[in-house]
């Protein structure tokens, strides 16, 4: 969000969702660590006091969701065009176009904390968690985000929202099935631990890596507390080994391991809600 105009992101997100049928799921965050120093300056965006530019995108994004949510945003002009005027809000004020009624419902924000999973819930928006969090209290990676996703649930309910969110958890899920899954990631698995590193100056924890036969795999992967908390799971895969590959690797986790756990893949159509878990 460093990098955008939030009206003009607003635009296309929605002409994106109404010509896919509203099958937009846009997960949006301040950015990940970068090469750029400041980068954000370079497209306009000054007066950050944070090294990281997380002040201004936690500005910007209020802004993006009254555009989303089809707010008056700017004054109709006194001089008419001749054109048909554009929808005015109950203010007279003009909202951006096109509209795409119900994809604020389908907006994430991808939060590496505790505090920003608060913040998220007051914005009324949905909870997206990675494979790390900018925390390292002793704790597991899973009990940490689990915390995150109740502190998350419980901000939510406090705020007033009408509508129930969803929440989802990155994870490195590998199945094993085949000799060649064992050569790239046997060894990934075994004794696998959650990490603590420095980003972005804060300590850090990363998640594990799961890689193990499917049967294995659910076991491990019903110990994971926050898994179990979150109702959607994303698979990190590794995009250098290829469009094929990664098939597998999404084929073989759809037919090995969640059914298992009673789970169902996204997106088996177009919807009027939620991508399924």
């Given at each position: 969000?460093?990098?955008e105009?939030?009206?003009?992101l607003?635009e ?5 969702d109404?010509?896919s049928?509203?099958?937009?799921a846009?997960g949006?965050?301040?950015g990940?660590?970068e090469?750029a120093?400041?980068g ?11 090294p990281?530019?997380?002040?201004i ?6 802004h993006f ?11 109709p ?8 005027p ?12 096109p ?22 819930a ?11 969090l900018?925390?390292a209290?002793g ?7 689990s ?16 509508w ?8 490195s899920?590998f199945?094993?099935?085949n ?5 790239y ?15 972005d ?7 594990k ?16 507390t926050?898994?179990?908390?979150a ?5 990190t ?9 990664n ?25 009027e809600?939620?991508?399924?878990s």
């Amino acid at each position: 969000m460093r990098y955008e105009n939030p009206l003009y992101l607003a635009e296309e997100a929605a002409a994106l969702d109404l010509l896919s049928d509203g099958r937009v799921a846009l997960g949006i965050s301040r950015g990940s660590p970068e090469p750029a120093e400041r980068g954000w300056e370079a497209f306009g965006y000054t007066g950050s006091t944070d090294p990281r530019g997380a002040d201004i995108a936690r500005e910007k994004f209020p802004h993006f969701m009254a555009a989303i949510r089809g707010e008056g945003m700017v004054e109709p002009a006194r001089q008419q065009s001749g054109f048909p005027p554009s929808p005015a809000d109950e203010h007279g004020r003009l909202r951006i176009e096109p509209h795409s009624p119900g994809l604020d419902r389908r907006i994430w924000w991808g939060a590496g904390s505790r505090e920003t999973a608060v913040w998220a819930a007051q914005q009324g928006v949905n909870l997206m968690s990675s494979t790390l969090l900018t925390e390292a209290t002793g704790d597991s990676f899973a009990q940490l985000q689990s915390e995150q996703i109740a502190l998350f649930r419980d901000a939510w309910k406090e705020a007033g929202h009408d509508w129930t969110p969803r929440v989802s958890v990155s994870r490195s899920i590998f199945p094993i099935v085949n000799e060649l899954d064992a050569m790239y990631f046997g060894a990934r698995g075994q004794g696998a631990n959650d990490q603590i590193g420095v980003i972005d100056g804060f300590r850090s924890t990363f998640g594990k890596t799961y890689a193990a036969e499917p049967d294995q795999l659910v076991e491990q992967l019903k110990q994971d507390t926050a898994l179990m908390d979150a109702d959607s799971v994303m698979l990190t895969i590794p995009s250098q080994l290829g469009v094929d590959y990664n098939l597998h690797i999404l084929e073989a986790f759809a037919t090995h391991v969640a059914p298992e756990l009673g789970w169902q893949p996204a997106w088996q159509g177009p919807t009027e809600g939620y991508p399924g878990s």
